[in-house]
């Protein structure tokens, strides 16, 4: 167990070739000549640590046996229980069923306008006699819900910057710093080094969460106290990550702030901060979406969307919610990728989104089969 501790107050002389940082903003310059005084420093400790696997493993593991299927994770949803009850009686294609299916789309949070023109098509398609039974028709579901979000589907490449600045946004309770952790946990797994940020120093416990994901995944965490300024921790974090030639670097950030706009405007200052040190960062934006959160997630992308320029969503919690049709709004409203999918609470259930798979773990294999 890697151990975690603040050093005193001294500030780093820029190693040979580095230049010299910048301060984040003017009201903040002591801030952040003595952020490196009070961050986390591990760098000794990262030169002894053994990587789990190499950098292919992370695709085995997203086929490990012992992990359970995409259709064993979301069967116990609201949504796919829906779904399934309404397949398994193996039904009459008439419009009574077709508008219990429109229901339950709805109901699932697929979103009224996408639901009545996906079975608007449908039922177009009865008419024509398209389709010999529901068994038919089950296949045309699930081929038109898998064009809907294919467009989403494109995983995050962290190539080709070092380090590659990934912003972790979102409300409070979504599940964010978890998220984080198990991101560090897959990226250690594909051979990378990585440094975080404990920049939610709102919260309470916030920093010691994220210090906890980094010591089980021998992750080095830079943190100041309970309070701190956000971009200067997350200035500090950048500058450690960049002299330490580290690959990835992930910051946290607060979900709530005294007020809402107030949130919004740290944000984009966490923004103009990062940018001292390199124009292009962050390289991606990040928005937690909880999936139990429904239509309400349509409103928060909006919001994270004008304030920091989201780049990419993280929709957890599906395992257990009946608004899984989220995702399918979502895709529809924005067209932002959809980089990964929380199924569960282990590190592994974090799984970069598959259409096909997602689609498949909703809706019952065969006719006359619950889930």
């Keep these: 167990m890697l151990k975690f501790w603040k050093k005193k107050a001294a500030t780093e002389a820029p190693q040979a070739g580095e230049t010299a940082a910048t301060p984040a903003e003017t009201v903040d310059t002591g801030v952040v000549d003595n952020a490196v005084a009070t961050s986390v420093a591990i760098a000794e400790d990262e030169a002894s640590v053994q990587l789990e696997t190499a950098t292919d493993a992370a695709s085995a593991h997203e086929a490990s046996p012992g992990r359970r299927s995409w259709r064993e994770r979301l069967a116990g949803s609201g949504f796919a229980r829906g779904l399934s009850t309404l397949f398994t009686r193996n039904p009459v294609l008439d419009d009574a069923f077709l508008d219990e299916l429109e229901t339950c789309l709805i109901t699932g949070d697929v979103g009224v306008t996408a639901a009545t023109d996906l079975v608007e098509d449908l039922r177009r398609r009865v008419g024509k006699r398209e389709f010999a039974d529901a068994g038919a028709l089950l296949d045309a579901l699930r081929d038109e819900l898998v064009r809907r979000l294919k467009p989403v589907e ?161 929709v957890t919690k599906l395992d257990g919610t009946a608004k899984g049709g989220v995702v399918f709004a979502l895709a529809r409203e924005f067209g932002l990728p959809i980089r990964f999918v929380g199924l569960g609470e282990g590190a592994g259930d974090l799984r970069v989104f598959d259409a096909a798979a997602f689609v498949d773990g909703l809706l019952p294999e065969t006719l006359g089969a619950n889930g």
């Design 154 to 314: 494109l995983p995050l490449d962290v190539q080709g910057r070092q380090p590659f600045v990934i912003l972790m946004v979102g409300v409070n309770g979504v599940g964010k710093t978890t998220t984080i952790g198990k991101l560090a946990s897959r990226f250690r797994n594909e051979g990378r080094s990585v440094v975080l940020a404990a920049g939610d120093t709102f919260r309470a416990a916030a920093v010691e969460q994220l210090q906890s994901w980094g010591a089980r995944h021998a992750v080095p965490v830079i943190a100041q106290g309970s309070g701190a300024d956000a971009a200067s921790v997350i200035f500090d974090a950048l500058q450690a990550a960049r002299s330490r030639g580290t690959d990835v670097m992930i910051a946290d950030t607060a979900g709530r702030l005294h007020t809402q706009s107030g949130l919004m405007d740290e944000l984009a200052k966490i923004r103009r901060v990062l940018g001292k040190l390199d124009a292009t960062a962050p390289h991606e934006v990040l928005l937690v979406i909880d999936g139990t959160t429904g239509q309400n997630a349509i409103h928060q992308v909006r919001q994270f969307r004008e304030a920091i320029g989201v780049t990419g969503l993280v």
